[in-house]
């Protein structure tokens, strides 16, 4: 006979690590805790399919965040890296918004992948420090490095329109200043803008798998005042940025598009048939960055913003049904579009294999010197 299942003692512990909790009622308690002992007593194989689920997520993090952790540390770093050198044949413009958004990715990685969803995951074996009020400011420090990952890829989005289609403005904005103070408008406009997540926390960390990852301050879980500022902050990231990004990536592609077919016409006629278009080749790699890197952040973050949602919304008393485990998938995927920019660099654009595999090469060289 199959025994029951012991690795799913998680259940009852996340309803007992914060018993006191504002807005959980006894009766509410009582039931959570009677389903969970009949989970327990109960075989692997006659659970409810959603229970296997997140047992089988929580077993497939245990693997996939800290192999996520190494791979998105060691992608940014190097991407900055190589991107510094100004050697990929990138204008400084377009190298001054890339390093950003991978400072902004490496930043995540760091505050919310190692700090946060590790430590949940693995909760039996880190400790956390219950004197010392950090995780409202972990909280602050958290959200904008995000919305900083976001809104750059924003500013880059529009960086691109404005100087493919917009030609009068170009010699107007396209200035290294101008990039410099956009990124830091859109980072001071960040801080600024998440500032209220110090109020809405206190400064205890709760090892929950929920949005909140820290202690709730009283009357802020089931508040609707706090609430709609929840809402109006995932509006403003990323469903605003979304609808940007597709607005003007629409705009772009149709006038590259445009011109693409009245170029080949005009080359077509031309009596050199054998060279190539230089300038229509580096459009067609821009493009195909610019469309790679929205597509990326967009499809990535779509079901953790579909689940956020469905959250907030029961929490405010409105019957939405979306299994959990999506919040756990939504996560997993968020997580995962703060290390793919290296990939997409490494398919679109030449110069930057190149400098890849010479970082790759000196690392390696180094290390047979190192055992020598």
Avoid at 56 to 66: D, G, S, T
Avoid at 78 to 98: N, P
Avoid at 171 to 191: D, H, P, Q
Avoid at 245 to 269: C, D, E, H, P
Wanted: charge should be positive; charged fraction near 15%.
């Amino acid at each position: 006979m199959v025994q029951p299942l012991k690795a799913i003692d998680w259940t009852v512990t996340e309803f007992n690590e914060n018993p006191k909790e504002t807005g959980w009622h006894v009766a509410t308690m009582n039931r959570s805790l009677s389903a969970a002992f009949y989970h327990l007593s109960t075989r692997y194989d006659e659970l409810p399919l959603k229970f296997r689920i997140k047992y089988v997520l929580r077993v497939i993090q245990a693997i996939y965040y800290p192999i996520l952790a190494i791979v998105g540390l060691t992608a940014n770093i190097a991407t900055i890296i190589i991107l510094s050198q100004r050697k990929c044949g990138l204008s400084r413009w377009i190298t001054r918004y890339l390093v950003a958004m991978s400072v902004a990715d490496l930043l995540v990685v760091i505050l919310d992948l190692m700090l946060r969803h590790i430590p949940i995951v693995f909760k039996k074996h880190f400790i956390f420090l219950k004197s010392v009020p950090l995780c409202n400011m972990h909280a602050v420090l958290l959200y904008t490095a995000i919305d900083c990952s976001v809104w750059f890829t924003v500013a880059f989005t529009f960086d691109r329109f404005v100087v493919v289609c917009c030609h009068k403005l170009k010699s107007k904005y396209w200035t290294e200043r101008t990039v410099v103070a956009i990124l830091v408008s859109l980072t001071v406009f960040s801080g600024l803008k998440n500032i209220f997540w110090y109020f809405m926390f206190t400064g205890l960390y709760r090892l929950h798998k929920e949005p909140w990852f820290c202690d709730v301050s009283k009357g802020v879980r089931f508040s609707l005042f706090w609430g709609c500022i929840e809402i109006v902050h995932y509006i403003f990231t990323p469903i605003v940025p979304f609808f940007i990004i597709l607005l003007l990536n629409a705009f772009t592609g149709k006038y590259v598009l445009m011109n693409t077919n009245v170029r080949k016409r005009l080359w077509s006629q031309c009596k050199v048939r054998k060279v190539k278009d230089t300038e229509l080749e580096n459009r067609r790699r821009s493009i195909i960055l610019l469309f790679l890197i929205s597509a990326n952040l967009i499809l990535l973050w779509s079901p953790l913003l579909i689940s956020t949602f469905w959250t907030r919304m029961n929490l405010l008393g409105y019957a939405v049904w979306l299994n959990q485990f999506w919040r756990d998938i939504g996560f997993m995927l968020q997580l995962l579009s703060c290390c793919t920019n290296t990939c997409i660099y490494v398919v679109t654009q030449k110069m930057f294999r190149k400098q890849l595999k010479n970082v790759l090469l000196y690392l390696f060289t180094a290390k047979l010197q190192v055992i020598q």
